[in-house]
């Protein structure tokens, strides 16, 4: 175990190569990572500020550079360095949020498009706006085809629904919350509109279907989870709480399309405000409910008896309220060394 020099804990880093079991950051890293650890479903990696610059001192017997590409010897990996890596954004590729989100609410998608198609991926549909590739009609058009597929299954129990802190997030949760009041489900919102960590809507499906057998929840994320700050991500999880088969988001992807091509007939929908105060609208705490659970999961008393000094960057992710709640439930002696959230990731180094 790693016991000198700080610690710093990322919620979400870059890919790491392995060697003799050992994981070695890419060029563009200045950490080298040690070690790594599950939180209740949210991958945590611990990392050393162990050298100025990852493969400055390699564990490798030959490394070569060749056209801007880094390549060892043994041929496990070659890869790419762009010269702007590891450096600060450049203003000028900084996503335009004000365009990105009329964008989403302007561009009608093509049916007969490919790429502006509804398609589901790792169980969730992706795109940026800019493309027509996930747009308000996308999100009208899925989220009928969930309503639909609840009845088909019976799944008649409430639906958590939570976002996370990318620009299209909260335009396509209000398109969402339309349809869903629209069509009488009962919805789970987070408490105070808080963002929600993907891993708490799962937590939160799963302890609502704890020993049911009927009435049973299911939920949507919100979410392009590691895609770039202009894609928005939309999935679908059934009761079991995980991402939706293939055949599930292959029926709902098909019944969206079928929307689209109608201009959206068939598709039920409020307004807005309307559904926010619809009776069947309802809010729940996420945060504490998730954050008092990880104590049957993990043993925090030995976390605090370690008495590590933890730094945490939530690298303006969705878990940014979430650490300092667990510092204090747990007492430990954690700081979250970045606090921001902007839908520019403008903080954030080039990968």
Not at 3 to 13: D, E, L, Q, Y
Not at 294 to 321: C, Q, S, T
Request: proline content about 7%; aromatic content about 10%.
């Amino acid at each position: 175990m790693y016991r000198g020099g700080p610690m710093i804990i990322t919620s979400r880093c870059n890919s790491y190569w392995v060697k003799d079991g050992q994981r070695f950051a890419p060029a563009s890293v200045t950490e080298f990572v040690v070690d790594e650890v599950g939180l209740g479903g949210c991958l945590l990696v611990i990392i050393v500020r162990a050298c100025r610059k990852a493969f400055s001192r390699p564990p490798f017997k030959s490394l070569r550079r060749r056209s801007g590409a880094v390549a060892l010897s043994n041929s496990e990996v070659t890869v790419n360095i762009s010269p702007e890596a590891g450096k600060s954004a450049d203003p000028s590729i900084l996503v335009n949020v004000p365009k990105l989100v009329t964008a989403y609410y302007v561009e009608r998608p093509d049916p007969d498009v490919p790429a502006q198609q509804v398609a589901f991926g790792t169980s969730g549909h992706r795109g940026s706006a800019f493309n027509v590739a996930f747009n308000e009609w996308h999100i009208l058009a899925i989220t009928q085809a969930i309503c639909l597929y609840r009845k088909q299954q019976n799944i008649d129990g409430p639906l958590f629904i939570g976002m996370d802190t990318h620009a299209l997030s909260q335009p396509a949760f209000a398109s969402a919350l339309e349809v869903l009041a629209a069509n009488d489900v009962e919805i789970m919102r987070a408490q105070n509109s808080e963002y929600t960590p993907t891993p708490t809507v799962s937590h939160a499906i799963l302890t609502y279907n704890h020993d049911r057998k009927i009435g049973l929840a299911d939920g949507i994320v919100i979410t392009p989870s590691h895609n770039p700050p202009e894609d928005g991500g939309f999935k679908y999880d059934p009761p079991h709480g995980g991402p939706a088969d293939a055949p599930v988001t292959a029926w709902i992807g098909a019944k969206a399309n079928e929307f689209l091509r109608r201009s959206l007939n068939g598709v039920k929908r409020i307004s807005f405000g309307q559904a926010l105060h619809a009776p069947t609208t309802h809010k729940h705490d996420y945060l504490h409910a998730y954050v008092n659970d990880l104590a049957n999961v993990l043993d925090m008393e030995a976390i605090r008896g370690a008495k590590l000094r933890l730094g945490v960057d939530p690298l303006g992710g969705a878990g940014v309220l979430y650490w300092p709640v667990i510092a204090e439930r747990y007492g430990l002696n954690l700081s979250v060394v970045n606090e921001y959230v902007d839908p520019t990731f403008w903080f954030m180094t080039v990968d």
